[in-house]
C-alpha cells in the first residue's frame, strides 16, 4: 500500500508559476507517478507522467510547454513544475502511482493503484 501526500497548491496569478510535490511512502518495489486534475463537474483528466526510471514522460497537449515532471527516487517525490500558468489550470490536482506500468508512463486514470488526497490550485486572471 503506497500512501501519496501532494502539497504546493495555492493561488498565484496568471503566468505565474508553481511546483507541485507529492511524497509517497509505505511501498517497494518500482512504480510510474502521474499527475491529474479535476474541475467539479467535470471529468478528471490527465496531466502528466514520469515512468519508475523517469525515462520516459508524457503530457497533456493543454499542458505541454508549460509545465514539466520530474521525480527524485532517492526522497519517493514526484515534482510538477507549473509555469506560465492560465485560469484553465484551475483544479484540484491529484498524484497517482501505478505500480503494474512502472517503466511507463501512463495517461489513463484506469490504469493507477494509488492516489492521493489532491491539492487546490486557483489561477486568477
Known amino acids: 500500500q503506497v500512501q501519496l501526500v501532494e502539497s504546493g497548491g495555492g493561488l498565484v496569478q496568471a503566468g505565474g508559476s508553481l511546483k507541485l510535490s507529492c511524497k509517497a511512502s509505505?511501498?517497494?518495489?518500482?512504480?510510474?507517478m502521474g499527475w491529474f486534475r479535476q474541475v467539479p463537474g467535470k471529468e478528471r483528466e490527465f496531466v502528466a507522467a514520469?515512468?519508475?526510471?523517469?525515462?520516459?514522460?508524457n503530457y497533456a497537449d493543454s499542458v505541454k510547454g508549460r509545465f514539466t515532471i520530474s521525480r527524485n527516487s532517492a526522497e519517493n517525490e514526484v515534482i510538477l513544475q507549473m509555469n506560465s500558468l492560465k485560469s484553465e489550470d484551475t483544479a484540484l490536482y491529484y498524484c497517482?502511482?501505478?505500480?503494474?506500468?512502472?517503466?511507463?508512463?501512463?495517461?489513463?486514470?484506469?490504469?493507477?493503484?494509488?492516489w492521493g488526497q489532491g491539492t487546490q490550485v486557483t489561477v486568477s486572471s
Open positions: 509505505g511501498g517497494t518495489g518500482s512504480y510510474a
Open positions: 514520469i515512468s519508475w526510471g523517469g525515462g520516459q514522460t
Open positions: 497517482a502511482a501505478d505500480h503494474t506500468a512502472a517503466w511507463q508512463a501512463p495517461i489513463t486514470g484506469g490504469e493507477y493503484d494509488w
